[in-house]
């Protein structure tokens, strides 16, 4: 008997690709329901071949449900998600509401598994930021070989990560620029058209913003508290796929060829590093894609025991939706969570 999945959110970008990825996945589902706001009630979102009509997250009834896929946003997560715990439906939250929470496991599944056996206290288990998940998905293999020091990251994140509005704006804007129309900045704080912005979320006092925050605290949370983290996060006028530029010292000796060879053997990682033009990977390539990629991998002169990459991941995907769904296979496969309806 399978399981039965709501998914919150069920009409953004994030929540659509959560259905398209259950469905292609095979998840052991025996019923999905969509859910979103009550202004969404009746939308019809798809669910492989077939068609979900969308209900309203306020009226929906969690007690026989098994796992809720929560993509709804912050605010929306800190109100129901304890509600939906408590009514015995583990939730996956793709927000940052509960990521820092120590009550509440921040996983990514190839990178810290075990931390999952700590969902019992709330019923709660959190998705990382984005930029995050792809960076410990390549940095944990490395750390496990040569114990990483300290990160140096500048993220090149695409406008799908400001979510529809991000991507429509990138799309008006990049019109009205070649009709000659005015340019209209609504979602972004200046133009994103032909443009590079260096601030993502909000400014905090000492001079960063949330994003690179979030990716300070994240990786330390989910790869090892001792390591130092800094981070420069860049809203680039792509539409799907996050790249970083990653700098990385480690405490013991390792070569580009053994990074690369570690790589190449590390779960979801796929190295494509060929010193010959077009030997690497863009966000365009890794649309649609589950992998998180790497390439120019090479030592860093500057400093002992130093190497250079570039990651690049689709942040729909790797960054969120297959994350979560990875992380309800993950609980299935440990056998954490049963089917109610078996167990009733």
């Given at each position: 008997m399978g399981?039965?999945i709501?998914v919150a959110?069920?009409?953004?970008?994030?929540g659509?690709?959560?259905?398209?990825?259950?469905e292609?996945?095979?998840f052991?589902a025996?019923?999905?329901?969509a859910l979103a706001?009550?202004r969404?009630?009746g939308?019809e979102?798809?669910y492989g071949?077939r068609?979900?009509k969308v209900?309203?997250?306020?009226?929906?009834?969690?007690?026989?449900?098994d796992?809720?896929l929560m993509?709804?946003?912050?605010?929306?997560?800190?109100e129901?998600s304890?509600?939906?715990g408590?009514?015995g439906?583990?939730?996956?939250?793709?927000?940052s509401?509960?990521?820092?929470?120590?009550d509440?496991p921040l996983i990514v599944p190839?990178?810290?598994?075990?931390?999952?056996?700590?969902?019992?206290?709330k019923?709660i288990?959190?998705?990382?930021?984005?930029?995050?998940?792809q960076?410990?998905?390549a940095?944990?293999?490395?750390h496990?070989?040569?114990t990483?020091?300290?990160?140096?990251?500048s993220?090149?994140?695409s406008?799908s990560g400001?979510?529809?509005?991000?991507?429509?704006?990138l799309?008006t804007?990049?019109?009205a620029v070649f009709?000659?129309?005015p340019v209209e900045?609504?979602k972004?704080?200046k133009?994103?058209a032909?443009n590079v912005?260096?601030?993502i979320?909000?400014f905090m006092?000492?001079?960063?913003?949330k994003?690179e925050?979030k990716v300070?605290?994240?990786?330390k949370k989910?790869?090892?508290?001792?390591?130092?983290v800094t981070c420069t996060?860049?809203?680039?006028?792509?539409?799907?796929g996050?790249?970083?530029a990653?700098?990385i010292e480690?405490?013991?000796?390792?070569t580009?060829?053994e990074?690369r060879e570690i790589?190449?053997d590390?779960?979801?990682?796929?190295?494509?590093?060929k010193?010959?033009?077009?030997g690497?990977?863009?966000p365009l390539d890794?649309a649609g894609?589950?992998?998180t990629?790497?390439s120019r991998?090479?030592?860093?002169?500057?400093?002992?025991?130093?190497?250079?990459?570039?990651?690049?991941s689709d942040?729909?995907?790797?960054?969120?939706?297959?994350?979560?769904v990875?992380?309800a296979e993950?609980?299935?496969?440990?056998?954490l969570?049963?089917?109610k309806k078996?167990?009733?």
């Amino acid at each position: 008997m399978g399981f039965k999945i709501a998914v919150a959110g069920a009409t953004g970008n994030v929540g659509r690709e959560m259905l398209n990825i259950l469905e292609e996945r095979g998840f052991p589902a025996d019923e999905v329901v969509a859910l979103a706001s009550r202004r969404s009630q009746g939308t019809e979102v798809s669910y492989g071949d077939r068609t979900l009509k969308v209900r309203d997250l306020a009226q929906y009834d969690f007690s026989d449900t098994d796992i809720c896929l929560m993509s709804a946003g912050g605010n929306v997560s800190k109100e129901w998600s304890p509600k939906i715990g408590r009514q015995g439906c583990v939730v996956i939250d793709n927000s940052s509401a509960f990521r820092y929470d120590q009550d509440v496991p921040l996983i990514v599944p190839e990178v810290n598994p075990d931390a999952i056996d700590a969902f019992t206290k709330k019923n709660i288990i959190a998705n990382p930021n984005c930029s995050t998940a792809q960076l410990v998905v390549a940095m944990k293999p490395l750390h496990d070989k040569a114990t990483i020091k300290r990160i140096v990251v500048s993220t090149y994140q695409s406008v799908s990560g400001a979510g529809k509005e991000g991507m429509d704006e990138l799309f008006t804007q990049t019109r009205a620029v070649f009709v000659a129309d005015p340019v209209e900045a609504k979602k972004f704080t200046k133009r994103i058209a032909f443009n590079v912005i260096p601030h993502i979320d909000v400014f905090m006092d000492d001079g960063s913003t949330k994003e690179e925050w979030k990716v300070m605290a994240e990786t330390k949370k989910m790869l090892d508290p001792k390591i130092k983290v800094t981070c420069t996060a860049v809203r680039v006028p792509v539409f799907i796929g996050h790249s970083e530029a990653v700098n990385i010292e480690f405490e013991n000796p390792i070569t580009a060829d053994e990074a690369r060879e570690i790589l190449r053997d590390a779960p979801g990682c796929l190295v494509i590093d060929k010193r010959e033009d077009g030997g690497y990977v863009t966000p365009l390539d890794s649309a649609g894609e589950d992998a998180t990629y790497i390439s120019r991998i090479r030592e860093d002169q500057t400093i002992e025991n130093g190497l250079n990459m570039w990651v690049v991941s689709d942040n729909l995907r790797k960054g969120a939706a297959l994350n979560a769904v990875q992380i309800a296979e993950l609980l299935v496969a440990r056998g954490l969570i049963q089917p109610k309806k078996q167990a009733a």
